[in-house]
């Protein structure tokens, strides 16, 4: 069996989300800038699912794949200039982290990216392993996953966190 399933799948779950989270903050007191915050990051966590996972084929039968496991997992750790959407990816996790949690670190902000990038590529090795999706895990993709979102954190730290600043009127905390 030979199944490929869209991307479009994902939007009426990101409509529902947007209506839960309208309901959510309707009695809440967030200021315009932070709602912009809020589904920003929602739009960009639907983003990354879509970019990551979809299309998502399942091919079982004839049609699976039959190479063994470990040749399934990329360990070349050559980067090139197709590393640059991964080293942008995960790039606003770092900023959306920085932006909700007050006591927001370096390592924090690294260590939730690395495991972020390690759970979608176990995942896409997964789906790739049982299902025969064309997705295949790449250690270099953790790599610089977690590069972008170092690279994301020490941007908004540096440049952009003086008091009179833009981006604190996104900030989810006072």
Do not use: H
Not at 55 to 79: E, M
Not at 88 to 101: G, Q, R
Not at 153 to 164: D, G
């Amino acid at each position: 069996m030979q199944l490929t399933v869209s991307g479009f799948i994902l939007i009426p779950f990101f409509l529902l989300t947007g209506l839960y989270i309208m309901r959510m903050t309707r009695n809440k007191s967030f200021t315009m800038y932070q709602k912009i915050t809020i589904y920003s990051f929602v739009f960009y966590c639907f983003s990354v699912l879509y970019l990551t996972f979809f299309p998502f084929q399942i091919q079982t039968g004839i049609y699976a794949n039959q190479t063994p496991w470990l040749s399934r997992i990329n360990f070349d750790p050559v980067l090139d200039f197709s590393a640059l959407p991964n080293l942008l990816m995960l790039l606003p996790l770092s900023v959306y982290y920085f932006l909700f949690k007050k006591n927001a670190t370096f390592v924090r902000a690294v260590l939730l990216s690395f495991f972020v990038s390690l759970g979608i590529e176990c995942f896409q090795f997964l789906t790739n392993y049982f299902l025969g999706g064309w997705r295949g895990a790449d250690v270099a993709d953790i790599v610089v996953n977690t590069m972008g979102a170092a690279l994301g954190y020490l941007l908004v730290k540096t440049v952009l966190t003086s008091e009179t600043s833009l981006l604190q009127k996104f900030k989810l905390y006072s």
